[in-house]
């Protein structure tokens, strides 16, 4: 037998009060004087053997009652076989998982509260020198030091729901760290969902540790969630009938019927739709809408869903009408490009010669048209190269008469090499007929609803041999390739195999010109823009044009402002995102006091999959590591009985205090009726 209390035996000294008290008679003797004691010898001897009898009883009864009621503050046990050492000062750790997956609920309890209350059942099975670590996804800096069970209870009250979430190597690490070369007792409580909780095949467990592991599941797993958002044409223009399309995702396995799903935009609902999704599927849902105005509109895609709310809402911003910048370098005195782009103001077009080129206008600009160029030379070669790197588009139209040697080393460099020059002289240049294009290809999504079969193609001839990008979007009947494009670091190469010379291609007049320059041109900008970015993504990129390497941006909101750790490099802010519990919503990117731009942050979809690890895959677990101890996903109270049972033993302070009750009614009837 073991006792939690140890320290209360020490009260089984008490035992000796009652024991004074029989040995040492402090009643004064009362006189009674009688005419005769003849008659009371006889029963004087036999009143005395039943005083003696009494009083060694009662005696008796002191002493057990006293002794079992000391007993059951120290809380004898019987130590199970695997057995912790409970009973001795030591260190407990805690971790709970406070991410918003917790809030499923089982029996009316959200997971999240029902983990608070185990860690408080449990602390009260140790000794009051315990020494106790909690540790949340937060990974706070007041969490890595030791308390006693009252101010571990205190900062309970004090936990909430956190966006940030953490897998099970980096919470061992972080505990262990804590008083680091101490053996602890390790508590992971959690609902322990796959996408968050890692890998629990490549764990490595210190072995002077013991861990419990404690699976807290709601009865429901359902949720609903955005899975991505995207623009059907690339740019928003005001006064138009633009679409957004949304895909859902339903973890649940029972199928969601007529949910109403909305669409908000400044805080204004502008569209909704009734959606219908299988269970454990998908479903792509179109909404139409229409903005007035040029500025960044703030926008969320809403629904209702519980348990799990915390992802109802998802944010975006829309940038309206946005202004692309097309920088045309062309040696040509009369050019098509220009007249494609002038006709719209959503472009803005730079015409320029190539031996006068401003290069600090090359990283202002979305798209790159190189047009009737005979020579690159080596710097402009470098120039374009590093702007397609940093994410821009470079559209390349040859010479009829191009130089050889120097289109190479652009080719080369930009990984789409080139043979020979097929012709000399454009009047005898070989015209071939263009393939219908791929109607399935993404490049000509939104330009063809269907392609008639006799639909009259242009011609063209090419002007390099073996000049073919890794994907082709345009081919000649006579199996060349006449547009095709590459991607080289961040951004895209479009290389249109012909020269815009009416003896080499009649493609200008032809109405197919029109939608692929525009095309390039959308894509060059739709690209580069994000409408809503995640927490979890560390560090995002964000266009700046002209801007000092010396200037601070902040995010700011209503409720707070940081400065984020962040860096330029090629035009590009690199923010990271601090791993702090910060709220989905719109954050204003400042720069002295002036809104720039305005961004949509989101929580990581990772939290929104509903899929946790099973009972027999944590059993796994504890049959490679034999100081693991596995809980099956009851609830708290079935939980805290299993761990007495298995780490304790059988509690006997009830059964001491019956007995000590017991003791002391007998105590009162030996008095009464002997």
Same mark, same amino acid.
């Given at each position: ?8 035996? *020490? ?9 004074? &008290? ?19 010898? /006889? ?38 076989? +695997? ?14 998982? +406070? ?25 009260? #099975? ?12 937060? =990974? ?20 909430? =729901? ?23 007792? &390790? ?15 490549? #764990? ?17 797993? %359902? ?92 944010? =975006? ?23 494609? *782009? ?36 080596? %710097?402009?070669?470098?120039?374009? @190269? /590093? ?12 010479? %009829? ?26 009047? +005898?240049? $070989?015209?071939?007929? &263009?393939?219908?294009?791929?109607? $399935? ?17 242009? *011609? ?33 190469? *479009? ?24 095309? @390039? ?20 990129? @964000? ?5 000092? /390497? ?11 402002? #940081? ?8 035009? $590009?802010?690199?923010?990271? &995102? ?9 954050? %204003? ?37 034999? $100081? ?47």
């Amino acid at each position: 037998m073991s006792f939690i209390y140890p320290q209360f035996l *020490y009260a089984l000294a008490a035992i000796s009060i009652p024991v004074i &008290i029989h040995l040492f008679n402090f009643q004064k003797p009362k006189k009674v004087f009688f005419s005769n004691i003849e008659f009371l010898k /006889a029963v004087k001897q036999s009143t005395s053997n039943k005083l003696k009898l009494k009083h060694l009883l009662i005696l008796l009864a002191r002493i057990l009652f006293i002794a079992f009621l000391v007993l059951a503050f120290a809380q004898p046990f019987l130590r199970s076989d +695997n057995a912790g050492d409970i009973g001795t000062k030591q260190i407990v750790a805690f971790y709970l998982d +406070n991410s918003y997956s917790m809030q499923n609920e089982k029996e009316g309890a959200v997971s999240l509260e029902s983990g608070i209350k185990a860690i408080t059942q449990v602390s009260e #099975l140790y000794p009051k020198s315990s020494r106790f670590i909690l540790i949340t996804n937060d =990974f706070e800096a007041k969490d890595d030091y030791l308390r006693d069970v009252d101010q571990l209870k205190e900062r309970l009250t004090e936990l909430k =729901f956190s966006n940030i979430y953490r897998d099970f190597l980096s919470v061992s690490k972080r505990i262990e760290r804590i008083e680091e070369g101490q053996s602890k007792n &390790i508590f992971f409580i959690s609902d322990f969902q796959k996408s968050t909780t890692g890998d629990l095949n490549k #764990l490595s467990l210190d072995s002077a540790n013991r861990y419990y592991l404690v699976p807290i599941k709601g009865e429901n797993h %359902s949720n609903l969630y955005v899975d991505s958002i995207g623009l059907k044409t690339p740019l928003i223009r005001p006064d138009e009938n633009n679409t957004l399309e949304v895909t859902l995702v339903n973890t649940s396995a029972e199928k969601i019927e007529d949910r109403i799903v909305k669409l908000y935009i400044d805080n204004i609902q502008v569209s909704s739709a009734n959606i219908t999704i299988p269970a454990s599927g998908k479903q792509r849902t179109v909404f139409n809408f229409s903005v007035s105005g040029g500025e960044d509109k703030k926008c969320k895609i809403s629904f209702d869903d519980s348990p799990v709310s915390f992802d109802n809402d998802y944010f =975006f911003t829309l940038n309206v009408s946005p202004k692309i910048n097309i920088l045309h370098i062309t040696d040509a005195t009369k050019t098509y490009i220009d007249k494609v *782009y002038e006709n719209e103001n959503v472009f803005r077009i730079t015409k320029t010669l190539s031996g006068s080129i401003d290069y600090t206008a090359i990283s202002g600009a979305n798209e790159v048209v190189l047009e009737n160029v005979t020579e690159i030379n080596a %710097s402009l070669t470098d120039a374009l @190269v /590093a702007f397609v790197k940093k994410g821009g588009s470079l559209f390349i139209v040859p010479s %009829s008469k191009p130089d050889l040697t120097s289109y190479s080393d652009m080719f080369r460099k930009i990984g789409m090499p080139i043979g020979s020059v097929v012709v000399s002289d454009t009047a +005898n240049a $070989n015209l071939f007929t &263009i393939v219908p294009p791929d109607i $399935n290809n993404p490049f000509f999504q939104n330009i063809f609803e269907k392609l008639d079969k006799n639909l009259n193609l242009p *011609y063209a001839s090419p002007v390099f041999s073996g000049a073919n990008g890794r994907t082709r979007l345009l081919s000649l009947k006579n199996g060349g390739v006449l547009l095709s494009s590459n991607t080289l670091g961040s951004g895209k190469v *479009y290389l249109l195999n012909t020269a815009f010379d009416g003896k080499m291609t009649n493609l200008p007049y032809h109405a197919l010109f029109v939608p692929v320059m525009y095309k @390039v041109a959308f894509r060059s900008k739709n690209e580069s823009e994000r409408l809503a970015y995640n927490f979890d993504e560390g560090t995002i990129p @964000v266009k700046m044009n002209n801007v000092s /390497a010396n200037t601070i941006f902040e995010l700011k909101t209503d409720q707070i402002k #940081l400065i984020p750790n962040q860096r330029l490099a090629e035009d $590009n802010l690199y923010l990271e &995102i601090p791993n702090m519990d910060l709220k989905p919503g719109y954050y %204003s990117l400042v720069k002295k006091d002036s809104v720039v731009r305005t961004l949509a942050f989101n929580y990581s979809k990772k939290e929104s999959i509903m899929d946790f690890y099973q009972q027999e895959e944590l059993n796994e677990l504890k049959g490679m590591y034999p $100081n693991v101890q596995v809980y099956s996903s009851t609830d708290t109270s079935d939980f805290v009985k299993d761990f007495k049972k298995d780490n304790i033993g059988i509690s006997l302070w009830k059964y001491c205090i019956v007995l000590s009750l017991i003791f002391l009614m007998t105590e009162v009837l030996l008095i009464r009726l002997l």
